[in-house]
């Protein structure tokens, strides 16, 4: 998967089911805008990953909540929920690695930008920079980023000084 010039493939969607509405347009705008897409480019080059296909899904609290519920026993809706997959396949363009899926809830990222200090945009960025990495196999264990806590985990150093390096990127 070291092809010169390879991207990665980025899918993004919004939870099946859901109407547009006052509340949640801007996240089907962001959607539709393609800005998720090319942010999650970003990132990937930034890593050094080249030929990985991502899913990024936008959803309400109670849909992560019943997944978080089943698939790591909490009983409550969270930020972000990464699926790792491995797999690969072949098609027309190359081989291509399926590093896995993201849901993001867009109900609980207001709540933690407000909890960090920090604008959604801001937030976004950090969930999708932290999917990316736990996608392909980081994980920070009981360590999180806390507001005025400097951050001393590998998984969560990468993450931080990566958002400062998209610090001018506006996706919302």
Not at 28 to 46: M, P, T
Not at 59 to 78: L, P, Q, Y
Not at 142 to 155: N, Q, S
Request: proline letters at 1%.
């Amino acid at each position: 998967m070291e092809a010169a010039g390879r991207k990665n493939r980025i899918l993004v969607s919004v939870q099946e089911g859901l109407e547009k509405n006052e509340s949640n347009a801007w996240v089907f705008d962001l959607v539709e805008s393609g800005k998720i897409e090319d942010f999650e480019e970003n990132v990937l080059e930034k890593f050094g990953y080249d030929g990985e296909e991502v899913s990024i899904l936008f959803c309400d609290d109670e849909f992560i909540r019943e997944f978080n519920r089943r698939d790591r026993g909490i009983d409550s809706a969270t930020d972000i929920l990464e699926y790792e997959n491995g797999e690969e396949y072949e098609d027309e363009e190359g081989d291509w690695y399926i590093a896995g899926d993201m849901l993001i809830s867009f109900e609980t990222l207001p709540k933690n930008a407000e909890y960090f200090g920090v604008g959604q945009n801001e937030e976004l960025k950090r969930l999708l920079v932290h999917g990316t990495l736990h996608l392909n196999g980081y994980d920070h264990g009981d360590a999180h980023v806390e507001p005025g806590v400097e951050v001393t985990d590998e998984m969560l150093r990468m993450q931080e000084d990566a958002l400062k390096d998209f610090g001018e990127i506006r996706l919302i």
